[in-house]
T-cell receptor, first 113, second 114 residues
Framework: NAGVTQTPKFQVLKTGQSMTLQCAQD?????MSWYRQDPGMGLRLIHY???????DQGEVPNGYNVSRSTTEDFPLRLLSAAPSQTSVYFC????????????FGPGTRLLVL | AQSVTQLDSQVPVFEEAPVELRCNYS??????LFWYVQYPNQGLQLLLK??????LVESINGFEAEFNKSQTSFHLRKPSVHISDTAEYFC????????????FGAGTRLAVHP
């Protein structure tokens, strides 16, 4: 039982490049979400999904796309990276969309030059 | 909308001393409250949560937090800290009856010195 896994751990991009941050969980959790963590700002919700095929925007969705084709995977896509997207990205999951303990992945550190 | 304010960005403390990390929130609806801990270079782990019932909640490693509705606070305390408690601590809320969308404070970095 690996929990929530994220790849890659580190990534450097140039402005305008695209990439996909991968997130997978093996706990059969219905609810998955993406947060970004910036110094002095805590974590902010980017997108979330209450189940396969269902996604919605969080607090800071601009510049990011998501899809949820399976229960296990919830990739986050940066279509055209900008320096403002330099951050640490965390994926989280919970059994349901109601109040449950969320389990966080180890994070992906992204630097956009 | 909800917001969370953690009143101290950094808290230095000596080992075996007591500590309090302060958290205030603002919300027009009832909320559930959480404390998460982030050890260096790791993801977040749930430390404790208040959903209902007793306003004093405890974690397995000696932390406790008390929900004060009138003061809209959820301060985290530990009577005697260890070096291993050095980490960043995040207070978070989510509105009752909604999806599990956490609103986090900016975090408090607890540094325990020998």
């Amino acid at each position: 039982n690996a929990g929530v896994t994220q790849t890659p751990k580190f990534q450097v991009l140039k402005t305008g490049q695209s990439m996909t941050l991968q997130c997978a969980q093996d706990m059969n959790h219905e609810y998955m979400s993406w947060y970004r963590q910036d110094p002095g700002m805590g974590l902010r919700l980017i997108h979330y999904s209450v189940g396969a095929g269902i996604t919605d925007q969080g607090e800071v969705p601009n510049g990011y796309n998501v899809s949820r084709s399976t229960t296990e995977d919830f990739p986050l896509r940066l279509l055209s990276a900008a320096p403002s997207q330099t951050s640490v990205y965390f994926c989280a999951s919970s059994y349901s969309a109601s109040v449950e303990t969320q389990y966080f992945g180890p994070g992906t550190r992204l630097l956009v030059l | 909308a909800q917001s969370v304010t953690q009143l101290d960005s950094q808290v230095p403390v000596f080992e075996e001393a007591p500590v309090e990390l302060r958290c205030n929130y603002s919300s027009s609806v009832s909320v559930y409250l959480f404390w998460y801990v982030q050890y260096p270079n790791q993801g977040l782990q749930l430390l404790l949560k208040y959903l209902s019932g007793s306003t004093l909640v405890e974690s397995i490693n000696g932390f406790e937090a008390e929900f004060n509705k009138s003061q809209t606070s959820f301060h985290l305390r530990k009577p005697s800290v260890h070096i291993s408690d050095t980490a960043e601590y995040f207070c978070a809320v989510t509105p009752k009856g909604g999806y599990n969308k956490l609103i986090f404070g900016a975090g408090t970095r607890l540094a325990v010195h020998p």
